[in-house]
C-alpha cells in the first residue's frame, strides 16, 4: 500500500531528510522527478507555460521549468516569486532558464496557446482562499482547456480534506511527492487532482 501523508508528518519528514542529508535538496530532486515524467510523454515541441506561485511549491516550479527549457522544451514561465528573494535552488534555475533562453511571462494573457500548463502555484502549505491575483490565475488555467499537469497538489486543493477553499486548478495529472496526501483520494473536489502519480524521491530508503 502507498504512503498516505498529512501536511504536517511530511513537514517533519522533509525536516529530518534536510538533516540527514544537508547535501541533497529536495526541490531539486523533486523538480527531476517532475522533468522525467514530463519527458516520458511529451516530445520537445510541446509549448509548456510553467506556472510558479511564492513558496516551496513554486521553486519546484521554477526547476521544472528550467530543466525542461535547457532539454530543449519550449517553455514559458510565469513566476509570482522575486527573483531577489529566491532561495538557492530557485535561483540558480531561474538563471539556467533565462540562459537557456526560456521566455518570461508578467501575466497570463487571452492570446497565449499552450500545449501543457504546468501548475506549481500552491502545494501543500494552502490553508485558505486563494487571493485576488492567485484565484484569477487559477481560473485563467482551468479556461485554457489545455492539460494541466500540478505538481504535489493542485493548486487551491485542500490537502487534508480534499475540499477546494475557493478556486481550484482543475488537473488532468498530479504529481505527488514523497507520499500520496489524504486530499488526492477523499473529499468533494479530490476529482481535481485527475490522474495520480506518485514521485516518492527515495525518501523511504534515504530516512
Known amino acids: 500500500m502507498l504512503p498516505i501523508y498529512t501536511s ?62 535547457v532539454a530543449g522544451f519550449n517553455c514559458t514561465l510565469l513566476s509570482l516569486q522575486n527573483p531577489e528573494k529566491m532561495g538557492e535552488a530557485a535561483a540558480n534555475a531561474y538563471a539556467d532558464f533565462k540562459q537557456a533562453e526560456g521566455k518570461l511571462a508578467e501575466e497570463a494573457q487571452e492570446d497565449q496557446h499552450f500545449d501543457l500548463i504546468i501548475d506549481g502555484l500552491f502545494g501543500t502549505g494552502l490553508n485558505r482562499a486563494p487571493q485576488s491575483e492567485d484565484a484569477a490565475i487559477i481560473n485563467w488555467i482551468n479556461a485554457q482547456h489545455t492539460p494541466v499537469l500540478a505538481l504535489d497538489m493542485p493548486s487551491g486543493l485542500d490537502a487534508a480534506t480534499g475540499v477546494a477553499f475557493g478556486a481550484s486548478v482543475q488537473a488532468d495529472w498530479t504529481l505527488s511527492f514523497i507520499g500520496l496526501k489524504a486530499g488526492l483520494l477523499t473529499g468533494r473536489d479530490a476529482s481535481n487532482a485527475g490522474e495520480i502519480h506518485l514521485a516518492a524521491l527515495h525518501i523511504d530508503a534515504a530516512i
Open 8 to 69: 504536517e508528518t511530511l513537514g517533519k519528514i522533509e525536516t529530518l531528510f534536510a538533516k540527514t542529508y544537508p547535501d541533497r535538496s529536495l526541490i531539486e530532486e523533486a523538480s527531476q522527478a517532475a522533468f522525467h515524467w514530463i519527458n516520458a510523454r511529451f516530445n520537445q515541441d510541446t509549448r509548456i507555460l510553467v506556472v510558479a506561485g511564492r513558496g516551496n511549491n513554486g521553486s519546484d516550479a521554477i526547476c521544472v521549468a528550467a530543466e525542461c527549457q
